[in-house]
């Protein structure tokens, strides 16, 4: 392993580490909404049950990269948790209001969106563009799915007003993929190609690192070389100087 390679590993543990620890903060804040006084007690019982359990993942994924093997096995697997436990959420609520029971406008009207974009920037730390891209990818199959589900039971729901997208069982086509799909993956799109970018520039400076080290080090040894002269030159006396340095 060369050392840009080990800096570029350190680079990806250390990303690592700090998302895992911000997705233990977002999941446990998640646990904690699922405790609000108007959700039911299915809500309560199965989000709770599902941020535990992502939680208690994330605290093993924190274990098993402590000696840096691994890594993008574990980051694979922590961005495809993180995809399912959107989808998963999103079921969960459905279920909680009636399930089929209710309109499946339902499906299509949540806000789990804020949530995806949470996670996608959560899994950039580590500069690998992967993982978001995995977040990414899932939460839009997800939607699609959603979509797919919702119009075989209530069939065309589409409206072309604001108000009745809000405020009655019809959704906006427009809307739903916009806010649900389009803004979702032109963020996912942005987020890899920064993350391309900033290892690119990584890799450049470790080039050019590599490149003028060795003449660094040379202008570094002259000048401590200089400097020593001069001090000795002060307490030794030009002539004593001629002695000490031949």
Same mark, same amino acid.
């Given at each position: 392993?060369?050392?840009?390679? /080990? ?67 574990? $980051? ?6 993180? $995809? ?33 974009? $949470? ?16 977040? $990414? ?62 290892? /690119?520039?990584?890799? /450049? ?42």
């Amino acid at each position: 392993m060369t050392k840009t390679d /080990e800096l570029l590993l350190e680079r990806e543990y250390t990303g690592l580490r700090i998302s895992f620890f911000l997705k233990i903060i977002f999941f446990l804040t998640m646990l904690a909404g699922s405790f609000s006084p108007e959700a039911t007690y299915f809500e309560r019982l199965y989000s709770s049950l599902t941020s535990f359990v992502v939680i208690s993942m994330i605290c093993l994924f924190l274990f098993l990269i402590r000696g840096k093997k691994l890594l993008s096995v574990i $980051g694979t697997a922590s961005a495809v948790l993180d $995809g399912l436990a959107l989808t998963i959420i999103v079921i969960i609520w459905y279920l909680a209001v009636g399930g089929t029971s209710v309109t499946p406008a339902f499906l299509l009207k949540s806000t789990i969106y804020t949530f995806s974009a $949470g996670l996608m920037i959560l899994n950039s730390f580590a500069l690998k563009p992967l993982y978001p891209a995995i977040v $990414g990818i899932i939460f839009t199959l997800s939607q699609i799915g959603f979509f797919v589900f919702a119009s075989m039971i209530a069939g065309d729901m589409n409206t072309d007003t604001f108000n009745d997208h809000v405020l009655s069982n019809k959704v906006s086509y427009f809307l739903y993929f916009v806010v649900h799909i389009a803004i979702p993956f032109f963020l996912e799109v942005w987020l890899l190609l920064s993350l391309l970018g900033s290892r /690119e520039q990584l890799l /450049e400076k470790l080039s050019f690192w590599k490149k003028t080290k060795p003449r660094c080090s040379a202008i570094s040894l002259l000048v401590l070389q200089t400097r020593l002269q001069q001090q000795m030159k002060i307490f030794y006396g030009q002539e004593e100087l001629g002695r000490w340095w031949q």
